[in-house]
């Protein structure tokens, strides 16, 4: 009795030292446990695998798997499980497979959190058809699945953007007999939102309405949002007004979203309105409500108000991000104040800051200041798709077709990811421009790029 209420105490203090990180402490104290004659068992390690898994790499977790051994105490499906969630948040798919072909070899046998957890790791790098192959194993070795094992494939297909084989899917476990929660009609619509079939996602809901299950406030906001995305923007308003009436406890998420969508509709004062409410019902301010905030009085040409909130930031400890100071350029470029907007990026380095630089020479193309912009975008150290996009279209808005067929040769060669509207833009230019034979080379280019990727 005594033994087993060391252990049990031991046990505990090893999960409160590894749950604050302090590992190293833990490690201290199972050492001093062993020479007092209190042996650890097999969950004191269990935790200590879960932490390693969790806060520091699996490496170092299977380093304790070892030690487990010498000690005499055999890993049990728990031990595993951890190991193969640690692989699995670490994008490593193989790894998570040697662990469990290792489970199996060592005669331990996986359950259905093992089966989760793999299939989640595919789902999660983009193998969805591995992740499959995983189910059809489980079913195979007469493992029941879970409510959870239908969730991570239906969330996982949504994910991959597979969301209507996640609605087929949906509609045969029906057929069979699953009963779906709350958090798997949530996801679908979400999926289906994301993948803009609003109608289908539309669908859902109405089952959800009639299948007993209460819906909740993710439910309706991921609605909500979807109806803002696709226009339909009174639906979504209408929605938010249902949820205040069922006395919905709002977080900064929603609020931000509402404000969001007034503002780009220019309904500035009902947005302020969203915002006083948001501040009287006391919902913390994080960066994302300050952008939200900053963003509405760039709209309204506020750019003062706008820079007094990015003060107040700064006071309360927290720490802008690139989308605040790109909001705020970009607000500066609406104006025409260019040299606002310069100024503004000039005290934050360009490379370090890639979506305002990329507001700014939007800006710059617009008030026709296409030398300034090509100089910045040959000063940026650090480009993306969304750069040279801007480029190609700005350079052939202003006629200066070759320079843009440069730079489209450039992506090309190191498979930079260009959308189709500026590679069209760009061909016509250069037809219309007299230029055929660079219109024939780039045509040319882009054909072997195709092929290439395919």
């Keep these: 009795m005594i033994y087993s209420l ?35 068992d097999v969950v004191t390690y269990n935790t200590l695998i879960s932490a390693y898994s969790r806060f520091v790499g699996v490496d ?3 380093s304790v798997l070892h030690r487990m051994r010498e000690a005499g105490i055999k890993p049990d499906v728990i031990t595993y499980n951890s190991l193969i969630a640690g692989a699995s948040r670490n994008c490593q798919p193989s790894r998570s497979l040697d662990l469990f072909e290792e489970m199996h070899h060592n005669g331990i046998l996986p359950d259905t959190w093992s089966y989760n957890t793999l299939m989640h790791c595919f789902f999660k790098v983009g193998q ?19 409510v959870t094992t239908y969730n991570t494939i239906i969330n996982g297909l949504c994910k991959t953007g597979n969301a209507i084989k996640a609605l087929r899917l949906f509609r045969d476990l029906k057929r ?37 299950c209460t819906r909740d406030l993710k439910t309706c906001t991921t609605v909500m949002k979807c109806c803002f995305r696709s226009g339909n923007f009174d639906r979504g ?3 938010f007004s249902d949820m205040r009436k069922e006395g919905c406890a709002f977080d900064s998420f929603v609020y931000c979203t509402v404000i969001s969508a007034l503002a780009k509709l220019g309904k500035i004062k009902e947005a302020y309105e969203r915002m006083e409410e948001m501040m009287k019902d006391g919902v913390r301010l994080d960066m994302v409500c300050y952008n939200t905030f900053i963003n509405v009085y760039c709209k ?9 909130l990015l003060n107040e930031v700064q006071g309360c400890g927290l720490q802008s991000d690139e989308y605040t100071h790109a909001i705020l350029i970009h607000g500066f470029c609406k104006l025409g104040d260019i040299d606002s907007a310069m100024a503004h990026l000039e005290r934050r380095p360009a490379e370090s800051n890639l979506v305002a630089s990329n507001c700014l020479i939007y800006g710059l193309f617009k008030v026709g200041r296409a030398d300034f912009a090509l100089k910045l975008f ?50 016509i230019g250069l037809r219309e421009s007299g230029f055929r034979k660079e219109e024939r080379k780039l045509r040319s280019a882009i054909r072997l790029a195709r092929l290439l990727v395919s």
């Excluded at 049990?8 to 004659?37: F, P, W």
């Design 6 to 40: 060391s252990t049990r105490l031991l046990n505990i203090c090893i999960a409160s030292l590894c749950k604050i990180q302090k590992l190293d402490r833990a490690e201290a104290v199972i050492i001093d446990a062993i020479r007092l004659g209190y042996i650890p």
């Design 176 to 212: 069979q007999g699953f009963a779906p929660s709350i958090v798997t009609y949530n996801t679908l619509i979400d999926g289906l939102c994301k993948s803009r079939k609003s109608r289908l996602a539309g669908g859902v809901l109405r089952e959800l309405g009639k299948s007993g």
């Design 237 to 239: 308003f209408e929605i």
């Design 378 to 427: 040959n000063e940026l150290s650090i480009k993306d798709g969304f750069t040279y996009t801007i480029m190609l279209h700005g350079l052939c808005k202003c006629g200066r077709y070759l320079a843009a067929f440069d730079i489209l040769m450039t992506c090309l060669s190191n498979r930079v990811k260009i959308s189709s509207s500026a590679k069209r833009a760009v061909c």
């Design 128 to 146: 969805p058809e591995e992740a499959y192959k995983i189910f059809c194993d489980m079913e195979l070795r007469n493992i029941t699945p879970c």
């Design 60 to 62: 170092e977790a299977y």
């Design 300 to 308: 309204q040409g506020e750019m003062s108000l706008a820079h007094q």
